[in-house]
């Protein structure tokens, strides 16, 4: 079964600072992995994914995101964090058969 | 490319009413999947169509159908709305074959009252 685990719901930053939220999941298959962000009353548009090779990902607007099998973690990173980065995002994992299963979701913060 | 539109944006009804909402895919793109977006659940899947066919379904009650037609467009039917249904609802496309990524529609805001 395919399972996805966001640890905290909201996360707060100041402007500049480092951006850091965390996503572990569980896969029975090889994952493909995937973080989309959502601004308020929009959708969601795909910030990075994982697919195979490569295990940093680079995405759109500064972030990334590295895949470690290991400790089935997929967090997502930004080294200095904008105002307009404010936001939710999610982190969500692919089955073979195309099913995708979401975390819950990180509302991120940021601080003049 | 266009995007995945969905149509109504905003949308108001009353309790036992029924609603329909309409998606259309990025071309080329067979697979359309529904989600009901709310506060205290998140993202809950609903269901996913390819080919016409319903290959996923989510864990909802049978008032929340949907089709798909032969040019991928996809429409999801609430029944007998409910105060909880009240919820923004996104739809997403993908190609269809294989471990895709979702792109994902602006949402319809249901408010039921």
């Known amino acids: 079964a395919q399972s996805v685990t966001q640890l905290g719901s909201h996360v707060s930053v100041s402007e500049g600072a480092l951006v850091l939220l965390r996503c572990n999941y569980s896969?029975?298959?090889?994952?493909?992995l995937f973080w989309y962000v959502q601004y308020p009353n929009q959708g969601l548009q795909l910030l990075l994914k994982y697919t195979t090779g490569a295990t940093l990902v680079k995405g759109i607007n500064g972030f990334e995101a590295e895949f470690k099998k290991s400790e089935t973690s997929f967090h997502l990173t930004k080294p200095s964090a904008h105002m307009s980065d404010a936001a939710e995002y999610f982190c969500?994992?692919?089955?073979?058969?195309?099913?995708?299963?979401f975390g819950s979701g990180t509302k991120l913060n940021v601080k003049p | 490319k266009a995007g995945v539109t969905q149509t109504p944006r905003y949308l108001i009804k009353t309790r036992g009413q029924q609603v329909t909402l309409s998606c259309s895919p990025i071309s080329g793109h067979r697979s359309v999947s529904w989600y009901q977006q709310t506060p205290g659940q998140g993202l809950q899947f609903l269901f996913e169509?390819?080919?016409?066919?319903?290959?996923n379904k989510g864990n909802f009650p049978g008032r929340f159908s949907g089709r798909q037609f032969s040019n991928s467009r996809s429409e999801m039917n609430v029944s007998t709305l409910e105060l909880g249904d009240s919820a923004l609802y996104l739809c997403a496309s993908s190609l269809g074959l294989g471990r895709n990524e979702q792109f994902f529609g602006p949402g319809t805001r249901l408010t039921v009252l």
């Open positions: 169509y390819f080919s016409e066919t319903q290959r």
């Open positions: 969500a994992v692919n089955d073979n058969f195309n099913k995708f299963y």
């Open positions: 896969s029975s298959v090889p994952p493909y």
